[in-house]
């Protein structure tokens, strides 16, 4: 957004401001088999003791690519699911879910001032971690034992 202001007092003031591009992300979710790239906040099923590898990437206002300084990695609920940062590229992690179904988000934080200041952009991943394939039954009895008529 472009922005003229007139004043007409004394003395005379003209300001032009022009309105900053924001920058959005790209979240790619690989699982070895598949891979899957949406923009902006997403939400991912997985079941429990399963991990898939995360990858953030920035984009400008016209989708062009958009360089930042840093990036950290959190997860709100590490019971339901830790991370580990890749060692030579600090936009990947791989998640894991751990035996708990439940929900984590996950975050990952980046600095977009290329210079000496910060100003960080925040992109979000929900998790929903769900219970796994069947791997043991159990049979229980159910009603009181009767006579047969």
């Known amino acids: 957004m472009n ?3 007139i004043s007409f007092g004394t003395p005379l003031r003209i300001v032009v401001a022009k ?10 979710i690989s699982d070895g088999k598949t891979t899957v790239t949406a923009k902006g906040d997403v ?8 991990q898939v590898a995360l990858q953030v990437s920035y984009v400008d206002a016209g989708g ?4 930042v300084d840093t990036v950290t990695w959190n997860s709100s609920n590490s019971n339901i699911v830790t991370f580990t ?15 708990t179904v439940g929900s984590s988000q996950i975050t990952a934080t980046a600095d977009v001032d290329l210079g000496a200041g910060v100003k960080n952009i925040v992109s ?3 998790v929903s971690v769900v219970a796994g394939e069947a791997v ?11 006579p047969i008529p």
């Open 136 to 146: 043991a039954g159990t049979i229980n009895v159910v009603g009181t034992a009767t």
């Open 124 to 126: 979000l991943l929900d």
């Open 64 to 67: 062009n690519p958009a360089s």
């Open 3 to 5: 922005q003229l202001e």
């Open 19 to 28: 309105e900053e591009t924001p920058i959005y992300y790209r979240w790619t």
């Open 43 to 50: 939400m991912y099923t997985m079941p429990i003791l399963y």
């Open 85 to 99: 940062v890749d060692t030579t590229d600090q936009t990947k992690c791989t998640i894991q879910s751990t035996n």
